[in-house]
């Protein structure tokens, strides 16, 4: 699924505004211990964005980078924007970047994702929090997570992936590196409860 089918879909989908969380199974190193926030979920696939990995770049660094501001400004920059969090967004278009943030923020490009969370992926958004205008929580990815039709369904059912209800605060005020085992928690699990093995009667 790519954006732009995000941008046409007219209805939340089973999985839309939930967590993804890789169970010790999972094969593919780019979602080992991952937790995935899927922003939309239909017959076409899956998109979403893995929300515990760190990014090398920073938001100067990204600014710098688009010229939208130089070297004497960069220096000048509110804390809240020199400390804005950039991650890794998951292994698609990872060039590109991509905003979820409260719904205190809004564009003609956003997209609501939940009743609390919307998705920006346009420069006003940049331009704001560079501005500090931005809204009251945010974090930037790169790259993002996509699942092609059947796809996430098929490695749910092979003991890839727990789903549960997405928490807000997991999202945006929880350490990276703690949310992982905060997401496990959310279904009352503890990591060394989980098997690597499928479970099937």
């Excluded at 938001?59 to 020199?82: K, Y």
């Excluded at 950039?86 to 943030?101: A, D, K, N």
């Excluded at 990815?141 to 549960?164: K, M, V």
């Amino acid at each position: 699924m790519t954006l732009s089918t995000l941008v046409d879909k007219r209805e939340r989908g089973f999985l839309d505004g939930h967590f993804l969380i890789a169970m010790p199974s999972m094969e593919d190193h780019n979602f080992s211990r991952a937790v995935v926030y899927i922003c939309a979920h239909t017959q076409e696939g899956a998109m979403g964005f893995i929300i515990n990995r760190s990014q090398a770049l920073s938001f100067t660094d990204v600014l710098l980078h688009l010229d939208m501001v130089g070297d004497d400004e960069a220096i000048r920059l509110p804390e809240s924007a020199r400390r804005f969090p950039i991650q890794s967004g998951g292994p698609v278009e990872t060039g590109r970047g991509f905003v979820l943030h409260s719904d205190d923020y809004s564009s003609e490009s956003s997209i609501p994702v939940s009743d609390e969370i919307s998705l920006t992926a346009t420069l006003d958004i940049v331009r704001a929090i560079s501005g500090g205008r931005g809204p009251r929580k945010a974090a930037m990815l790169l790259g993002y997570s996509g699942w092609g039709p059947g796809q996430l369904e098929r490695e749910i059912s092979s003991n890839g992936w727990l789903t549960c209800p997405a928490d807000e605060r997991l999202i945006f005020d929880t350490p990276l590196e703690a949310k992982y085992d905060q997401a496990l928690a959310l279904l009352g699990i503890n990591p060394a409860m989980l098997s690597r093995e499928a479970g099937h009667a």
